[in-house]
């Protein structure tokens, strides 16, 4: 699905959902939900070509490849983060949407600890000391 497609379909599914949310507005929520993973997933098909293109510049620059993992995939727990907080705050579940942030951001740190501590490393074995 090419960027038009996705932004008419956002606009469709939008608008849907505003219409049918006057007369039932469970069901106008679960519209934009639908409309939201659609394109979500559809994003997603596309990553694997970004995912390729950063591989082949870590193997030419000759970066440890799990360092390239933990980027990736932070990346990836991130926006996934991000699309579930977004949908809850459309559902009108503004503290759950942030606590999902709150829990994305622990989860990223976390996840790139390896990559921290590996650059503290390197700082300390050039500092004199």
């Known amino acids: ?19 049918i949310k ?6 106008g929520v679960c519209v934009g939900m639908v409309t939201a993973t659609v394109i ?3 994003v997603l ?4 070509s970004v995912i390729d293109v950063v591989n082949l510049l870590a193997e030419r620059l000759s970066v440890n490849e799990e360092y390239i993992t933990i980027i990736i995939r932070i990346i990836g727990m991130t926006y996934v983060a991000q699309f579930a907080s ?3 705050r459309d559902a009108g579940q503004n503290a759950v949407a942030r606590k999902i942030e709150l829990a994305g951001k622990i989860v990223t740190v976390a996840t790139g600890l390896p990559i921290l501590l590996a650059v503290l490393n390197l700082l300390l074995g050039i500092l004199p000391g």
């Open 45 to 48: 098909a596309q990553l694997s």
């Open 86 to 88: 977004e949908i809850c």
């Open 1 to 19: 699905m090419n960027l038009l497609q996705m932004i008419g379909l956002g606009m469709t599914g939008a608008l849907l959902s505003l219409l």
């Open 40 to 42: 979500f997933t559809s």
């Open 22 to 27: 006057e007369h039932k507005p469970v069901l």
